[in-house]
């Protein structure tokens, strides 16, 4: 895809075609080629943070909430980088709000893993994410599994250092 950016449109619109049994391969090519290099996102970000919310299939809502993940890294880095430059607000919001719906609903590990991550990474800049983020983990800890508890107590740890 690096080679070949005018390709990124279309694949996302196959990636964003939610209820085609084809949208998580395309997630999947698109999970891969942002772990490649972030940066091509950058012209795609308005059409992937306005879209995320309806992915709903398991196997192309894990790659989008890599996807997600790997944004809140670069939008946070100490580096300077297209994403920091690019992301806006509202993209921020949007991916905030995926993020939650992720957490809450009934999603498989790796994307709330995923969502984790990206809500404490984004929430340093929005006081009202970590107080949500905690009490959605500590309500959730004893219902999931064994990968859960060790993502959301590493996560919980690192919220309450930051408020201390």
């Avoid at 992720?102 to 929005?126: C, H, Q, R, W």
Wanted: glycine content about 0%; overall charge neutral.
């Amino acid at each position: 895809m690096q080679s070949n950016p005018e390709l990124i449109p279309i694949l996302l619109d196959i990636l964003f075609k939610v209820d085609d049994k084809i949208s998580p391969r395309a997630a999947w090519v698109f999970e891969f080629m942002c772990s490649e290099n972030i940066e091509t996102i950058t012209p795609h970000l308005e059409v992937f943070t306005a879209n995320i919310h309806k992915v709903h299939i398991d196997s192309a809502v894990r790659p989008v909430a890599k996807v997600c993940e790997l944004i809140a890294i670069a939008y946070t880095s100490k580096e300077d980088n297209k994403i920091k430059k690019t992301l806006n607000e509202t993209q921020i919001e949007r991916i905030i709000e995926t993020c939650f719906d992720y957490m809450i609903n009934d999603e498989k590990v790796a994307p709330k893993a995923y969502s984790m991550s990206t809500l404490f990474l984004l929430g340093k800049d929005y006081d009202w994410v970590y107080p949500e983020l905690t009490r959605i983990l500590e309500t959730d800890f004893s219902k999931q599994s064994a990968a859960f508890k060790a993502r959301a107590s590493h996560i919980l740890k690192k919220v309450k250092k930051i408020k201390s």
